[in-house]
């Protein structure tokens, strides 16, 4: 970290395709994660650590993820075959999807204040229900959280009008 800031990057890309079950406590998703308590406290600790040592350093962390993934048992749980979801992905917004996002990203901000997000939409939700997923659910999750985190979007096919579509 110390190179880092020493070359002046300021800014920390951590990348995965659905991290939160594995540095956050999902208790009303028990099925959201495959990890034992400790692992769990352990990567929650190590991830707690990185944040401190990065905002000491004046690095920004952002947490890059693709969204709309759903860990494969809790995929099953929600009955992923229907509502427009495979497996681990979704092609769009289903009520239950959006409830689970909204839980886990109301989880992230309260555990992880100062590290943002870098949201792809992922190849698999359809652009057609990008700025509803963005507005309602992320951006929702974020503004209810009262944390006001760093949210960055990255995305090749969402329409330039999307800013009229979010207020």
């Not at 917004?93 to 939409?121: H, M, N």
């Amino acid at each position: 970290l110390d190179a880092l800031a020493s070359a002046r990057y300021n800014a920390l890309f951590l990348w995965a395709s659905h991290p939160f079950p594995h540095i956050l406590e999902l208790p009303q998703y028990p099925g959201a994660t495959d990890l034992m308590p400790e692992q769990l406290k352990q990567n929650q600790d190590q991830f707690r650590w990185l944040a401190a040592e990065c905002q000491r350093r004046n690095i920004r962390i952002l947490l890059h993820f693709y969204n709309i993934h759903l860990p494969h048992r809790l995929a099953s749980q929600l009955k992923a075959g229907r509502g427009g979801f495979g497996a681990s992905s979704v092609t769009r917004p289903a009520p239950e999807v959006a409830r689970y996002y909204k839980y886990i990203l109301g989880r992230y901000f309260d555990e992880f204040p100062g590290v943002g997000l870098y949201i792809c939409p992922g190849e698999t939700l359809s652009s057609s229900h990008q700025v509803e997923w963005f507005r309602d659910v992320l951006f929702a999750a974020a503004r209810e959280s009262g944390k006001d985190p760093l949210l960055v979007i990255r995305d090749w096919t969402m329409n330039i009008d999307f800013r009229s579509k979010i207020r």
